[in-house]
């Protein structure tokens, strides 16, 4: 019996070793390929981790200089955020920061160089547009007329419809063309829901131009959506 098992324990091993002779170097190799893969994954989340962090150190220290009215730091900090961490949502943010107070302060030509990286930088394409309509702002402000009308004229997502189209009609009544701002101020009125208070405004630019938020409402209703 003992003779028996013996032979079937030796026949076993034989199978084994066989298969291993055949199997052996590609199972390896498989094996070593998941452990660097998982091995990089890791690796990889730890790098963003360590980028979340310390980039939202520097927005903070944006934040904590803007505060304090320190230009100096502001600026430094929000350089480092450009510089070395690019990718990230508060480098966009900082922007956006930056941006409104140079503006609160009279500094147009800062708040577009901010506005402006991030409009072509943010790591979030929602980031990018916002940048652009503020941006256009700005340059409504410098008298850039047609360089605030080329920050309109991309494609924007649907969100920003109406938005981009009350901000044109802006930038055209300025100009003085007056058939062109009241057509972007119609279409501003058509796309913002009735509860948004924001059409109120509209409203009250197109009685500035001589429409009847009335008769606009019964075009937007008459007229089919394009």
């Keep these: 019996m003992a003779n028996h098992l013996d032979l079937e324990e030796q026949e076993q091993l034989d199978q084994l070793k066989h298969f291993w002779n055949t199997w052996g170097t590609l199972i390896s190799s498989i094996l070593l390929v998941v452990v660097a893969a998982l091995a990089a994954w890791n690796g ?15 927005y903070e220290a944006v934040e904590i200089a803007v505060n304090a009215g320190d230009q100096t730091r502001w ?31 009279g500094n147009m030509d800062a708040a577009k ?84 208070e924001y059409r109120r405004l509209v409203e009250v630019k197109l009685n500035a131009l001589g429409e009847r938020p009335q008769a606009v409402a019964v075009a937007a209703a008459l007229e089919p959506n394009k």
Excluded: C
């Design 75 to 105: 600026e430094q900090a929000f350089s480092d955020l450009r510089e070395k961490y690019a990718g990230t949502m508060q480098a966009s943010q900082a922007g956006f920061l930056v941006g409104k107070v140079e503006v609160s302060k």
């Design 113 to 196: 160089s901010a506005l402006t990286w991030v409009s072509q930088y943010a790591a979030d394409n929602g980031h990018k547009e916002l940048a652009r309509i503020r941006l256009s702002g700005v340059l409504m402000a410098q008298k850039s007329y047609d360089e605030a009308l080329q920050q309109l004229s991309s494609p924007f997502s649907s969100e920003y419809t109406a938005v981009v189209a009350d901000r044109k009609g802006d930038v055209l009544s300025v100009q003085g063309k007056r058939a062109e701002a009241v057509a972007e101020y119609v279409k501003a009125y058509k796309a913002f829901p009735d509860n948004v």
């Design 44 to 58: 990889y989340k730890f790098w963003q981790a360590r980028q979340a962090t310390q980039a939202a150190a520097l």
